[in-house]
């Protein structure tokens, strides 16, 4: 987040510069941070924990190009997802398909 933004404007931020879409929030799908599904190596070695904190949302309108963050970016139904899937994305993509009214807190 940046100094003075809110959460809703920094996750709407985000997803339009790691994007390029504009999205309508509806709510909190979860908060993952447990290390069996959160820490992450990357192929030249360096590990991170990842903290997420994951929207709902509908995409409004493409608004740009993405920042170059994200290898790719594609829209797929949940049975058809490409592989290898980022690995703390399993646990939150899993979730989607349990959706439930409370917030999963992992």
């Known amino acids: 987040m940046e100094v003075g933004e809110t959460w809703e404007h920094a996750a709407k931020r985000e997803c339009r510069e790691e994007t390029g879409w504009d999205v309508d929030l509806h709510g909190l799908l979860g908060i993952y941070s447990d290390p069996s599904t959160q820490v992450h190596r990357y192929p030249d070695g360096r590990v991170v924990h ?57």
Request: glycine share 8%; charged share 15%.
């Open 50 to 106: 990842c903290v997420g904190v994951v929207f709902l949302g509908s995409p409004l309108s493409r608004t740009g190009s993405p920042d170059g963050e994200a290898t790719e970016l594609g829209w797929f139904p949940l049975d058809q997802l490409p592989e290898p899937l980022f690995a703390p994305d399993v646990p939150v993509l899993h979730h989607v398909t349990l959706f439930e009214a409370a917030p999963f807190i992992d």
